[in-house]
């Protein structure tokens, strides 16, 4: 199957969390696989961050040569220290075999929150002004203030949840306030998880009561003759303000069919209805654990 490269809408990424479980050839050989993948469809964009540190060795190892892929990090944690947040973002550029990247987003935008936040945006802006790092910025979450830290310390990028059932900062207008600012807005967890996809009797026990909601808007999705990947995806990389929608997957064929997925044509649907409002189901932090 010809893939065609995705241009009209939001720019399409590829997380990588999952790119530090893979061992030995095997798990490499799917690595390249994915990149192998990705590249002729114009998926260049590849997220990853310095907490995983095998996913960026691999992917040193793994990168067809020459790249066409470009590269976001992320910061370890603030209670680490300055000097290791700084020694760490250099030590990504060196595992993943770059001279520099796109991107160096603070982890965790709570960092920014408190007394070290100007000093640790300072080492940031410090990287960037040495051609390290192309744009800096941060990832938040929903209770992160994410439009007043912007205004604060003026980004390049940041990167937050957002998708079909999770479409809290959407409605409280931090999606569309970032866009005015000049801020890339990345939106991640557009499938929130997978929970859209999960059987509901796989549900682990903190999300039964959001069982009923999934399976209603499973039947409306179905009943308005919408694949719900294909939904998750057209919701995401429809939004006018998002620059780019990053999407894990665990194998060559979830990117295919991701990819696929994505040159559909986008469904018809009334989004606002298609939410969630169980707020444990919305914070992946409070389930996943137990999920898997």
């Not at 470009?70 to 770059?98: C, F, K, M, P, Q």
Request: net charge negative; with cysteine; aromatic share 6%.
């Amino acid at each position: 199957m010809s893939l065609t490269p995705v241009s009209s809408r939001a720019r399409l990424g590829l997380g990588t969390a999952q790119f530090a479980e893979p061992r030995g050839r095997g798990g490499e050989a799917e690595i390249r696989a994915m990149l192998d993948t990705a590249a002729p469809a114009g998926l260049t964009l590849v997220d990853t961050a310095a907490a995983y540190g095998d996913a960026e060795r691999a992917l040193g190892r793994c990168w067809p040569f020459p790249s066409p892929f470009s590269v976001i990090t992320r910061t370890v944690r603030l209670s680490e220290g300055l000097d290791r947040i700084e020694h760490r973002a250099r030590r990504s550029l060196e595992r993943l075999g770059i001279a520099r990247a796109e991107g160096l987003l603070v982890h965790s935008a709570e960092d920014l929150h408190g007394p070290d936040g100007p000093a640790l945006w300072a080492r940031l802006e410090r990287l960037r002004g040495e051609g390290l790092f192309q744009k800096i910025g941060f990832s938040a979450y929903a209770e992160d203030e994410a439009a007043k830290l912007a205004r604060r310390y003026s980004p390049d990028i940041v990167q937050l949840p957002v998708s079909m059932l999770d479409q809290r900062l959407i409605a409280d207008g931090t999606v569309e306030r970032l866009a005015e600012q000049g801020v890339e807005v990345h939106l991640r967890s557009v499938f929130l998880k997978g929970l859209l996809f999960m059987d509901r009797d796989a549900l682990p026990e903190c999300l039964v009561q959001a069982g009923p909601r999934l399976s209603r808007i499973r039947r409306m999705l179905a009943e308005a003759g919408a694949d719900p990947l294909q939904a998750a995806l057209s919701f995401a990389l429809d939004r006018p303000e998002a620059s780019a929608v990053i999407v894990g997957v665990a194998s060559a064929a979830e990117l295919r069919a991701v990819i696929a997925a994505s040159h559909q044509p986008s469904p018809r649907l009334d989004w606002a209805t298609l939410s969630l409002d169980d707020t444990t189901a919305l914070d992946p932090r409070q389930w996943v654990s137990s999920a898997a």
